[in-house]
């Protein structure tokens, strides 16, 4: 079992609608949470950090953290042609941003 | 500037071949990442250092892989006699303090033929 893990996609929505975005974890030590956007041939940039349960938005970003699940979560609102881009859930352990453990990415296509 | 860098973006190696590349973390950051990224798959972490202190090499696939920061800004990371399995991007990232989060520099894409 990979350590985190998320679905490969392509995940197609239409451009204005929510674009859900999933990711589960196995490390249950696990303290900080990322989601970065990468474009094709691009380096990743980051979008989100979360590092409690619950909610956290930014904009049109919303991230949600469920610990007990282990499961962390990136809503996208009114999705833009230019969301259109690999997204990558990261998780780091007690000390935050060191040695994070990056999913695959999902492949997230906003069709005009 | 403002943001990591790293050169050269693009390395073409023959097999055999020694290869050096550098990262130029932003200004002040204390952490400097190294990772792997293989096509089509997420960033595969390869080492950590803190200042000039490599605390953590642990994802180095091999002794091929030697990775340096001798005055705690500038890093390289040395990959010897290069194999086809090496080609990747190579990304940098670096970070304020050690609990913040990382930014990451345009990579280095190097093929190995």
């Known amino acids: 079992q990979k350590e985190v893990e998320q679905n490969s996609g392509p995940l197609s929505v239409p451009e204005g609608a929510i674009a859900s975005l999933n990711c589960t974890y196995s490390d249950r030590v696990s303290q900080s949470f990322f989601w970065y956007r990468q474009y094709s041939g691009k380096s990743p940039e980051l979008i989100m950090s979360?590092?409690?349960?619950g909610d956290k938005e930014d904009g049109r970003f919303t991230a949600q953290l469920n610990k007990a699940s282990q499961y962390v979560s990136l809503l996208i609102r009114d999705s833009q042609p230019s969301d259109s881009a690999t997204y990558l859930c990261?998780?780091?352990?007690?000390?935050?941003?060191?040695?994070?453990?990056f999913g695959q990415g999902t492949r997230l296509t906003i069709n005009p | 500037g403002a943001g990591v860098s790293q050169s050269p973006r693009y390395k073409v190696a023959k097999r055999g071949q020694d290869v050096a590349l550098r990262c130029d973390p932003i200004s002040g950051h204390v952490s400097l990442f190294w990772y792997q990224q293989a096509l089509g798959q997420g960033p595969e972490f390869l080492t950590y250092f803190q200042n000039e202190a490599q605390l953590d090499k642990s994802g180095l696939p091999s002794d091929r892989f030697f990775a340096e920061r001798p005055e705690g800004s500038v890093s390289t990371l040395k990959i010897q006699r290069t194999q086809q399995e090496d080609s990747a991007v190579y990304l940098c990232?670096?970070?304020?303090?050690?609990?913040?989060?990382?930014?990451f520099g345009q990579g280095t894409r190097l093929t190995v033929v």
């Open positions: 990261a998780v780091g352990g007690i000390q935050g941003a060191q040695k994070l453990v």
């Open positions: 990232a670096s970070s304020p303090d050690r609990n913040t989060e990382a930014f």
């Open positions: 979360i590092y409690s349960n």
